[in-house]
């Protein structure tokens, strides 16, 4: 359940109660996408970086080691240690994205596995039946992730069978729900709109989407190829058909600076694997900018990655010996790097928040835009 406490223009300062645990918002989930942080980064290792929500993914936790093998292990939370609320995708965006073959159909998608080419079916009632197995807080409806720019027939077209999956993903989880033995029967529920970036579908959608009462609703198909200004002016025209009591979660975003700009469209929760694949790659993100490891004038340099930051690794560890991991070849630079890059966008959404409670956000929009965005 969503309460939203304050606003400063359209942005939002809420609480959202879960069976497993309330998350301040607008928050940042960190994605752990077969059960852990690419990085070596482990779900007790989240506790010290400020994670909320820990996003698993359906798709892949379905190819191995298989959800009725995580189910018999007690469902993901216990699976991976992870004790806080977790959201699991709902497997659509990997299945057009990964699948090398697929065929779409009203029933759903059958596609070949990306690891060793067997035949899949996925529909609405297998992706909730997948997620319930796993036993997650927030499992999402299964869509179709139109590639931009895509044609509008087709586009109008998918939003329509996207509509229709997710009154049978809603019928499919109440029914699991109402049964014994579900591992999680206060599972919630969200919707996803779609539209690519067409204005009227996207309004079109979202109004559809937003009669059948969901736990909360998602806007996808973003962040895949249009530019910035493109996405910023979808969520515009969608933010004022979306349910004003209930959550809403921009998938797959983004930069600093896109969440920053989200947020001020009224956007409340956020996921990206930005901040640990940047960091696999030795950038390390800052409230002054993005800082490269990899670059010779940290040979010597002995300050820690951000000078204001509490994190665990900038409280021990200098640049000078994380450029050295890098250029080595060793795993702890990337395990370090990544654990900074986590801690820094949940602290940054804990910054959003605190700006939020004071009233103060537009004016911390204003200080931060232009550095987030900057390469030192």
Excluded at 98 to 122: Q, W, Y
Excluded at 233 to 259: C, F, H, Q
Aim: with cysteine; hydrophobic share 35%; net charge neutral.
């Amino acid at each position: 359940m969503y309460k939203l406490l304050k606003t400063e223009g359209a942005a939002r300062r809420g609480v959202f109660e879960t069976v497993h645990g309330t998350v301040q918002t607008p928050a940042f989930m960190n994605v752990a996408t077969a059960g852990a942080i690419k990085g070596a980064v482990s779900a007790y290792d989240l506790k010290d970086l400020k994670c909320q929500v820990q996003l698993c993914n359906t798709y892949h936790l379905h190819l191995r080691p298989g959800d009725e093998t995580v189910e018999k292990l007690g469902g993901i939370r216990k699976f991976t240690g992870w004790d806080g609320p977790v959201l699991t995708d709902s497997g659509g965006f990997q299945v057009f994205s990964l699948a090398k073959l697929r065929s779409i159909k009203e029933e759903g998608v059958t596609f070949a596995s990306h690891i060793d080419g067997r035949r899949i079916f996925m529909g609405p009632e297998e992706s909730i039946r997948i997620q319930s197995r796993l036993g997650s807080t927030i499992a999402m409806a299964f869509d179709e992730c139109v590639e931009n720019p895509a044609e509008y027939g087709y586009a109008q077209n998918s939003c329509a069978r996207t509509a229709r999956w997710l009154e049978r993903c809603k019928a499919e989880m109440d029914r699991l729900n109402s049964q014994e033995g579900t591992l999680n029967p206060r599972q919630m529920l969200f919707g996803i709109n779609q539209g690519c970036t067409f204005e009227d579908l996207r309004i079109e959608h979202m109004k559809r989407i937003a009669a059948l009462g969901c736990d909360g609703y998602a806007i996808g198909g973003l962040a895949v190829g249009e530019t910035a200004e493109e996405m910023y002016s979808i969520i515009e025209a969608v933010e004022p058909y979306m349910p004003k009591d209930k959550i809403r979660y921009l998938m797959g975003v983004g930069t600093p600076v896109n969440i920053l700009e989200a947020v001020r469209r009224g956007v409340d929760l956020f996921d990206c694997v930005m901040p640990t694949r940047n960091a696999r790659h030795g950038h390390a993100f800052t409230m002054e900018g993005c800082r490269n490891l990899l670059n010779a004038k940290y040979t010597l340099d002995e300050a820690p990655l951000d000078e204001s930051c509490g994190c665990p690794v900038c409280q021990k560890f200098s640049r000078a010996y994380i450029h050295h991991l890098f250029k080595a070849g060793e795993m702890l630079a990337m395990r370090l790097t990544v654990m900074h890059n986590l801690y820094f966008y949940n602290s940054l959404l804990e910054k959003i928040r605190g700006a939020l409670d004071k009233g103060e956000f537009e004016s911390f929009y204003r200080q931060y835009k232009e550095a987030l965005g900057r390469r030192i």
